[in-house]
């Protein structure tokens, strides 16, 4: 029950500072608070977590600099023929699958999911393996490359912000793609997923120490160092604008006329306005993730409609993370080559695996059938 009940002012203020400053150390946090004890601090930050408000710190991938080959990350919404668990055992088995959220519709099961791709049309394939099976319907892909822009939730400003200043120009963060310029050794890719999930060096050290690798603890402290200082991670958190019972998550993709209409729309999108918001340039216009209250989503599309020079448009209502379909990992590692320093998925074994279950369930319906048979 306690994750239901509203911010104080000074939560608001303590977020809003670690929206401002998200590598902020909690020493630090203090001057920029009311609070008098870092021992205050730390509990409400442990408390806003306990109520689903705040969560992380994780590190984000910078994916331009982890490879020599750029690597993309298409966003995948599925139309299901089957059932959400039977669609997703069949997606893990494409071991580059990086999240799976369902979307809310009343007239079909849909799936949204990404991949990390190193090849765009070997992924495709995959998809198109499904289809031909009869897992699900139909797909659509959109291919990202772009870095993410990440806006933070305002807590004093608008929750249900106008959206008649899309088109405005204004100052666009730099998205275009970074480059691969830092040798990464073996140490730094056994690490890397830990980061993103936010683990601690120590726990970091333990696990890797189950897993027979003996590395130090100076080591991995060094290994995140040089991540940071390459910008191959940065440290961020998931601020939700409200508590988990106010807030709706959404997808949001734009096709508007040109590029320069794209990022005008990606950043003038909620600014700074009470919501959360990634978003990024796919092949053929703007994507968007985004948290806010239920209030911004009654007229959304409706507003977006009386913009002309936005051409399509595709909204998708996420279900909440307590629905128990959702998925989410950090990257698969393990096919990093250190003598090239290249990441290539081998897309001929996902095709095996699946083709394999596929064979196996036939079996196993075949096997039924006979049974029932038998019986009558």
């Not at 608070?33 to 689903?52: A, D, F, N």
């Not at 069949?90 to 090849?119: C, G, Q, T």
Request: glycine residues 4%; neutral net charge; aromatic residues 12%.
């Amino acid at each position: 029950m306690r994750e239901n009940r509203s911010m104080t002012e000074s939560e608001k203020k303590l977020l809003g500072v670690l929206c401002k400053y998200p590598g902020i150390s909690v020493k630090e946090l203090l001057n920029y608070t009311e609070y008098k004890w870092m021992s205050t601090v730390t509990r409400k930050l442990e408390q806003l977590k306990e109520r689903r408000i705040l969560f992380g710190p994780y590190y984000f991938i910078n994916l331009g600099k982890l490879c020599r080959n750029l690597l993309h990350r298409p966003v995948c919404t599925l139309e299901l023929n089957k059932s959400y668990d039977t669609v997703i055992s069949y997606l893990k088995l494409v071991e580059s699958l990086i999240w799976v959220f369902p979307v809310l519709s009343s007239h079909k099961r849909l799936l949204n999911a990404s991949f990390y791709s190193s090849d765009d049309t070997k992924t495709r394939n995959l998809l198109q393996l499904l289809k031909e099976n009869d897992i699900i319907s139909d797909y659509i892909i959109r291919v990202r490359s772009h870095r993410n822009l990440l806006e933070y939730p305002n807590f004093f400003g608008d929750p249900n912000p106008p959206l008649n200043g899309l088109l405005n120009p204004c100052k666009c963060v730099d998205l275009t793609p970074a480059h691969y310029d830092t040798e990464w050794n073996e140490c730094d890719m056994s690490v890397l997923p830990y980061f993103q999930r936010g683990q601690k060096l120590i726990d970091i050290l333990r696990a890797e120490r189950k897993l027979n690798r003996d590395w130090t603890y100076k080591q991995i402290r060094y290994s995140r160092e040089k991540m940071v200082y390459s910008g191959l991670i940065g440290k961020h958190y998931i601020i939700p604008p409200f508590p988990p019972n106010q807030c709706v998550d959404f997808q949001l993709f734009l096709k508007p006329y040109d590029i320069t209409l794209t990022q005008r729309i990606l950043q003038n999108f909620g600014k700074c306005a009470r919501l959360y918001k990634e978003c990024t340039i796919c092949e053929d216009g703007g994507i968007i993730f985004c948290k806010s209250h239920p209030l911004f989503l009654r007229d959304l599309m409706y507003k977006l409609d009386q913009i002309d020079q936005i051409e399509e448009k595709e909204f998708y209502h996420l279900r909440s993370a307590s629905d128990g379909n959702n998925f989410n990992q950090p990257a698969e590692l393990k096919y990093f080559d250190f003598e090239t320093q290249t990441l290539e998925y081998p897309y001929e074994v996902f095709e095996e695996k699946i083709r394999e279950k596929l064979e196996n369930e036939l079996d196993e319906q075949n096997i039924q059938k006979g049974v029932i048979n038998k019986i009558n």
